[in-house]
């Protein structure tokens, strides 16, 4: 083994010198004589056989175990989802516990294509009992297990390799005795697992799984399920996948064995650990949804399912409606899923910062490109997406939530939200123009901005303007234009079909030149009021600065003529002062009214000139 050192121990304050770092007092695990590895070469290209221990080594975890309507919850939960072995519990941990096999066994609850099974500890009483709570089952199988690490059993057993081996064999002779005598017509399986496996010697763990095979006598049609689990989580993934390819490579019998494993997550490896273990031979994996267990958990099965499903491989599992599974999982656990949690976290498919954003934004515009290209829907191609890894809709989440808007957010993001939410597709310089806006308004208050407040933002700051005493006048199909620019007055009545040009050579006299109307048709915009069919951007020229304005209508040439409305208005009022020359104290205008505004005229200071109060601008 080529050992790697970096070089850099450190003394701990606080520690005193001479007791130099805390970590001599630990050690690796032992790395594995493997000789020439095959497992780093080998890729999983099929799903596992799945164990879900959710209601047993989940449920001994917690705080409070499971009522039994919870447990009744979850063991739906993980047979709607396509789990087919599922461990059920620990009979003699408690009357709940036995009862809740009853309930399954006597009620008719487990479905044909379903296998429930037990776990006991290698003691006769114990054992018997938790025969007795299968009896009547069609199928089970009876999962026995004991310490074998040297730890264990000097300090835990008080016992040496062979009473250890001993302890196994004896406690397989006893599942054979009771289930003989109590389960005829039952289609039992048998599982043993070396407790602490990750921490025996390797010769050792397969020694006593020869010894209990030699007991039980796998044989064509009567498997024996080896179960491997790291109890406590100690080494790097690459050395738990070396004992596995190890074990592989000498178990007797082979063909007869599932060789499976049950990671546990201490190092925050459990994942790893079981992929490697996978590469390596393992042929089932045992764990928990959202990798619920003992101390830092299972090895979580959603990960493992859907790091599958990410490299094109099945899982077999249904994820379709993760959120729902979360919900469930939460309710029976008791637990919260962490918001960062992979796939099922409720701020997994969520960009705050603006380059994730933007670089988000193209690849949706992207995959609609080429949708359209090939005419198919955007769902059928393949997902190449930056920065997620699944689309969301896979597992039945939304795109609403991949962008969310708050200080460190940027055009693409704001475009994303005006899109995705609202079905405004805003062109770039109009994006660069409000994102001033959003992070101003984003600085000032800090936090989150909501899609719906963004719209909020652009409406008033672009749309709102329109709302406002105004140079343009619709009256049926009908427009009048009346404005007074440098004291002269430009009037035009005319055809709305013809508006939009006349408008423009009308404004051209004046040095407003709108540049370009960008619109965004279809049924699904998501306009404040509801018929609204069109939005359209007018970026417009006005005393030499580029200004924007919006408007959105039913009627195409009713929008186009809004927001050019919305563009002059909004110069008016920012960069030239306004001479107010109809009636009395500048009353508001009447629908069909013209009123009458100079845009080049100096502006008065005073409130009141008609703009909406706008807080914190
Ligand atoms: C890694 C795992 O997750 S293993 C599963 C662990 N799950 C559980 O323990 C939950 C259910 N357990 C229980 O409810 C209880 O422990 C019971 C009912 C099984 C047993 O309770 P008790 O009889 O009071 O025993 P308790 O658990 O305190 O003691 C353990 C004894 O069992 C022995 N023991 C522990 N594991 C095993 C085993 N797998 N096989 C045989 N004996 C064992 C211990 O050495 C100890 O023996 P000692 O009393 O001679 O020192
Ligand atoms: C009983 C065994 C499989 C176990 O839960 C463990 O070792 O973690």
Known sequence: MTTVNFGNAVHLAGRPESAGSPAARYHPVPSV?????????????????????????????????????????????????GYREIEVGFPVASQDDFAFVRRLIEGDLIPDDVRISVLVQARDELIRRTVESLEGAPRATIHLYNATSPLFRRVVFGMNRD?????????????????????????????????????????????????????????AGREIILNFPTTVERSLPNVFADQIEWLNRHLSRRRHVCLSIHPHNDRGTGVASAEMG????????????????????????????LNMLTHGVDPGIDFSDLDGVRRTVEYCNELTVHPRHPYGGDLVYTAFSGSHQDAIKKGFDALEHAAGEAGIPAGDLPWEMPYLPLDPRDVGRTYEAVV??????????VAYIMSAWHGMHLPRELQIDFVRVVQERADAEGGEITAD??????????????LLPIPLVFTGDRVTVDLHIDGERFDVGGARSESMRRVRGALARWDVDVRAVH???????????EDARAVVYAECRVNGRTIWGAGADRDVETASL????????????????VTRQRGAGGASPQVGEAEVIDIRAPRPAAPGDGRPAMAGR
């Open 404 to 413: 969310r808007i708050n200080s460190q957010s940027g055009k693409g993001g």
């Open 519 to 529: 619109r965004t048709t279809g049924a699904h915009i998501a306009a404040r009021d």
């Open 562 to 577: 809004s927001a050019v409305r919305s563009a002059v208005t909004r110069a008016r009022l920012e960069a030239a002062p």
């Open 453 to 466: 407040r963004i719209r909020a933002l652009f409406d008033r700051e672009y749309v709102e303007y329109a």
């Open 33 to 81: 004589a493997l000789g020439r590895r095959l497992w780093p070469d080998n890729a999983i290209t099929s799903a596992p056989r799945w164990l879900s221990t959710d209601l047993r080594d989940g449920n001994q975890s917690l705080a409070n175990p499971m009522t039994p309507d919870r447990k009744m919850a979850m063991f739906d939960l993980l047979v709607r989802m």
């Open 278 to 305: 996978l590469l390596a031979g393992a042929q089932r994996v045992e764990g928990c949804l959202f990798g619920n267990g003992e101390r830092a958990g299972n090895v979580c099965l959603v990960t493992l399912g």
């Open 163 to 219: 009473e250890c081996k001993d302890l196994a064999v004896q406690g397989t002779r006893l599942v054979m005795k009771y289930a003989d005598k109590l389960l005829g017509g039952c289609d039992l399986g048998f599982e043993y697992s070396p407790e602490l496996f990750n921490d025996t010697e390797l010769e050792f763990s397969l020694e006593v799984c020869e010894a209990v095979m030699d007991v039980w006598r796998p044989a």
